[in-house]
């Protein structure tokens, strides 16, 4: 299974005609790209089911694979579609937006992610609470070369200008505590999801994410 040329052919157009009466005129392309995406995001729920047992495989694509129409509501953007195609893969333990895996379909931007992007307050503190008292099971994990090899430092991503309330600013963790963020994410080419064996690749790349998720779904559990 693999993404087709024309599913990145359509979202390149896209870019270039992002308005109503161009998307109508091409609905049939969008359509067919979507169900390109479907059909990946099924295989890629097996693969992923192998390397993570709360992935469920029997899960339904459609449901993983997100709408194109952006909300325009609130936005300064006003233009109608995304310029991707996303695939949220929550685990049996969480929700959507909660500890889960991420396919994101763009041209030249494509990725797999992991974590749990910005949680509610609630959830952060019981993260916080969690690296406090086990930093060195999640050192291990981000701090393993081959980690910092697909994802870099798992570190440079969105913290606190101070220490968090209840921590002190010397706390020996404290770069890890500050982190307002906790997710991972490596890019692949438009060639490597051409592939037929792509969602192989992409679930070998999540099994270094897995005791990432692991981590984060003990701290909420």
């Known amino acids: 299974m693999r993404i087709n040329p024309e599913t990145f052919e359509f979202l390149k157009n896209l870019v270039e005609n992002n308005n ?7 609905k049939d392309e969008h359509d067919k790209a979507r ?20 992935v469920n495989a029997d899960a339904d ?7 194109i129409y952006r909300d325009i509501r609130f936005r300064k953007d006003k233009t109608p579609y995304k310029n991707n195609f996303g695939v949220s893969i929550p685990t049996l333990s969480s929700k959507a937006g909660g500890v889960e895996y991420y396919f994101h379909i763009q041209p030249g931007q494509a990725m797999i992610a992991g974590g749990f992007w910005m949680p509610e307050a609630d959830v952060l503190k019981k993260i916080r609470q969690e690296i406090d008292y086990n930093a060195a099971d ?8 081959e980690f910092k090899k697909l994802f870099g430092n798992f570190r440079d991503q969105e913290q606190l200008k101070t220490a968090p309330q209840g921590y002190a600013a ?8 500050k982190l307002k963020s906790f997710v991972v994410m490596h ?4 060639k490597f999801l051409m592939k037929n064996d792509a969602p192989e690749q992409l679930a070998l790349i999540c099994r270094k994410i897995y005791p990432l ?8 559990a």
Request: hydrophobic share 45%.
């Open 20 to 26: 109503r009466e161009w998307f109508q005129a091409h």
């Open 35 to 54: 169900e390109n995406v479907i059909g990946f995001a099924g295989e890629l729920l097996k693969q992923l089911h192998l390397v993570d047992p709360l």
């Open 61 to 67: 694509p459609k449901k993983c694979v997100m709408r």
């Open 138 to 145: 999640l050192r291990k994990i981000i701090d393993e070369p």
């Open 170 to 177: 010397d706390n020996e963790n404290i770069d890890l505590l």
């Open 187 to 190: 890019y692949v080419s438009d």
């Open 213 to 220: 998720n692991v981590f984060l779904r003990n701290a909420l």
